[in-house]
């Protein structure tokens, strides 16, 4: 069974800072790797996929990176925002079906 | 890009009386939807698989005859909490993935269920 951890659970930084949020997961079969945003109350909007066969994808200040031989993915934020305050969510969807499975988020708060 | 619309956002209901939740896919044809149900300060959790035409698939633990599935078209899936009580009182969240998105998962807004 999948299992994905991230690390760290909360995590506050002041403006301007750059961050790394840490995702793991146990089976390394998988078919893509998706980052997702949450606001409080509110759906998820993808920030990144990244297919198995990929390594990173970059979108603006968002970089996220794939190991997937050893069950790890990074999302990295250049120079964060108090706009970037958010629930951050990693979530790996199997090789053998669609099922996602979801890590318990890093909850990231950028101060002014 | 790929769009998901949820409705309602936000629903309140009596203990005892039924919900219907709709999810539905505004740019592309979903043959398979997924619910989800998020408890407070908690990741997603796999409710059941909405297949086009067809039964769905739940997960271990959840209730089909409390949570119904409907996914009549290739455009909209609906959940019905049927006899809601308050413990069914969460976030509900569904998704759809298709060859547009090169399979990556686009989520609706999510309902806000209050059971009194």
């Known amino acids: 069974k999948q299992e994905v951890t991230q690390i760290p659970a909360a995590l506050s930084v002041p403006e301007g800072e750059n961050l790394v949020l840490n995702c793991s997961f ?9 980052w997702f945003r949450q606001d409080p109350g509110k759906g998820l909007t993808s920030l990144l996929l990244i297919q198995s066969s990929q390594r990173e994808q970059t979108s603006g200040r968002l970089n996220a ?5 050893s069950g790890r993915s990074t999302l ?5 925002q ?6 951050y969510l990693c979530a790996v969807r199997g090789g053998s079906n669609y099922k996602l499975t979801f890590g318990k988020g890093t909850l990231l708060t950028v101060n002014p | 890009g790929a769009v998901v619309s949820q409705h309602p956002s936000r629903v309140i209901c009596k203990s005892g009386t039924s919900v219907k939740i709709e999810c539905r896919s505004l740019d592309f044809q979903a043959t398979t939807m997924f619910w989800y149900r998020q408890f ?5 959790m796999l409710m059941a698989t909405s297949n086009e035409g067809s039964k769905a698939t739940y997960e271990q633990g959840v209730e089909k005859d409390k949570f119904l599935i409907n996914h009549a078209s290739l455009t909209l ?5 049927t006899s809601a009580h308050p413990e069914d009182s969460s976030f509900y969240i569904c998704s759809a993935s298709n060859q547009g998105t090169n399979y990556g ?12």
Do not use: M
């Not at chain 1, 990176?65 to 031989?69: A, H, I, R, Y």
């Not at chain 1, 990295?76 to 964060?80: G, K, L, M």
């Not at chain 1, 108090?82 to 629930?87: K, Q, V, Y």
């Open chain 1, 26 to 34: 146990t089976d390394s079969a998988i078919y893509n790797l998706q």
């Open chain 1, 65 to 69: 990176s794939l190991d997937k031989s």
């Open chain 1, 76 to 80: 990295y934020i250049a120079a964060s």
């Open chain 1, 82 to 87: 108090p706009g970037d305050s958010a629930t």
């Open chain 2, 40 to 44: 407070p300060k908690q990741s997603l």
């Open chain 2, 77 to 81: 899936s609906t959940l019905t909490v």
């Open chain 2, 105 to 116: 998962y686009t989520f609706g807004s999510g309902t806000r269920l209050t059971v009194v």
